[in-house]
């Protein structure tokens, strides 16, 4: 399963949710968070060598030997002639097995590990679940093995599952990498919430509190976060601080929204924009400027379009290649993502809002 979606929608939730209901049904559960500039080896042994712990497999025997390779996994460095310091197990206290998962290609090495953890849970009639949280930064080269691994399992109906989560353009790069993989997951987008489940967030926890909001307050909470769940949260919270009683009025949403708006300038947008350079700034704004100019967004909807690239590169009065630069530093710092060729949008929702109010 894929999960994708803008920041703030709730996807790392719904991926620790998952992770739960596994633990529950007392499957092997692993997780780990992709980084551009970290290969999939490292992480993804740690992740697989608590699944196996947790699987509680009665046979010590076996358990050693898939720890074994999983350890053997995590030693192979990609590169021939590694020195000894660059080799790295996940603190597992076995031997390892050597000529298993330790060919160096990380695609036939990644079937072969997933085939002897995925065994291993058969034996006690469980599963394994490996979670991978922005799923996006992954390399080509480890992209392409988990989605080999992946139909590899699936082909031999062993009980591993693989849950991604991810940026909109996740689904691009994984059908990029195996054109297979566009019927090998099931994919999700996470949006915002409809009016009704925004209601829902907010009216039911103050109900628990014995306090309401009116009507005219929901109306209005659902203006201002545009029904995204990070915004929610935020404007919940200072809604409920400053309202001084029940029910709750759209005249406490106003007095309230100053702080939430100062709260959501500092911890969810000033901190990714305090990641750009002055150069990358200057793209980002004139972003948001185009997207105004083409009606891509406005002030309720907001950025969930994209722009053309070239729109962008005029704006600035500059060359759409002169500009390549501050584009792929945006990518590579998950502030912008690209859906389809020759156009952008952010990846944080109201971004360009908070740009063109923003002066600095």
Known sequence: MILTGLRGVGKTVLLNALRSAAVRRQWGTGKLEARPDQPLRRPLSSALHQAVRELG????????????????????????????????????????????????DIEIDLVELFSDVGGLAADVGKGIAVFVDEMQDLGPDDVSALCAACHEISQAG???????AGLPHLPAVLSASKSYSERLFRY?????????????????????????YD??????????????????????????DVAPRSPITAVDVAVAAPEAEAELAVGFFGSRFERATPGEREYLRAMADTAVALGEG???????????????????????????????????????????????????????????????
């Open 57 to 104: 497999h009665p046979q010590a025997d076996a358990v050693d030997q898939v720890l074994g390779v999983v350890k053997a996994f995590a030693q192979r460095s990609a590169e021939p002639g590694a020195r000894l310091r660059d080799r790295w197990s996940p603190g597992i206290d076995v031997p390892v097995a050597h000529g298993r998962a330790d060919s160096g």
């Open 298 to 360: 406005g002030a309720d909807v907001d950025e969930v379009g994209s722009v053309p690239t070239a729109d962008v590169a005029a704006a600035l009065g500059k060359k759409p290649q002169s500009l390549s630069p501050a584009r792929d530093a945006l990518l590579k710092k998950g502030l912008i993502y690209s859906g389809e060729r020759g156009r952008i949008a952010f990846t944080v929702p109201h971004f360009g809002r908070y740009l063109r109010g923003s002066t600095s």
């Open 158 to 164: 062993l009980p591993v599952i693989v849950v991604g």
């Open 215 to 240: 009507d005219d307050a929901l109306a209005a909470m659902y203006a201002a976060t545009g029904g995204y769940p990070y915004f929610i949260q935020a404007y919940g919270k200072a809604v409920w």
């Open 188 to 212: 999700q987008r996470i949006d915002r919430l409809a009016r009704d489940a925004a209601d829902q967030a907010l009216a039911t926890p103050a109900r628990d509190e014995g306090a309401a």
